[in-house]
């Protein structure tokens, strides 16, 4: 019998993008990952030339994207990216985790 795989897909380069860098990040840190870690992740990587598009400009707490806080938005309404906060209203620490994605 088949299993049944949901296949999550990404608009753009971009998307993908941001969906690899944190899934690399909950791979290899068990440091739950924010949405402010994930804009200063997003910064640094376009820093050293990643192809990011995101303006970014100084805020309360250094380099913020209005452009990745809105992807991030969308990515987890697509449910590429899980918000952990919005699923259990409880936690207190903010954690974005990586949907599994189904591989062809």
Same mark, same amino acid.
């Given at each position: ?35 402010? *870690? !994930? ?6 990587? %376009? ?5 990011? @598009? ?26 590429? *990216? !899980? ?6 209203? %409880? ?5 974005? @985790? ?7």
């Amino acid at each position: 019998m088949m299993e049944k795989v949901k296949l999550y897909l990404c608009d753009s380069a971009e998307d993908a993008l941001v969906a690899y860098t944190i899934k690399k990040w909950t791979e290899a840190s068990q440091i739950p990952l924010g949405r402010t *870690i !994930i804009q200063k992740i997003c910064y640094f990587l %376009k820093s050293v030339g990643v192809p990011f @598009n995101f303006t970014y400009e100084l805020y309360n707490y250094g380099p913020f994207s209005f452009e990745l806080y809105d992807k991030m938005d969308e990515l987890i309404a697509d449910e590429v *990216i !899980i918000d952990e906060c919005l699923k259990d209203k %409880k936690k207190k620490n903010r954690a974005i @985790n990586w949907q599994k994605m189904a591989t062809i």
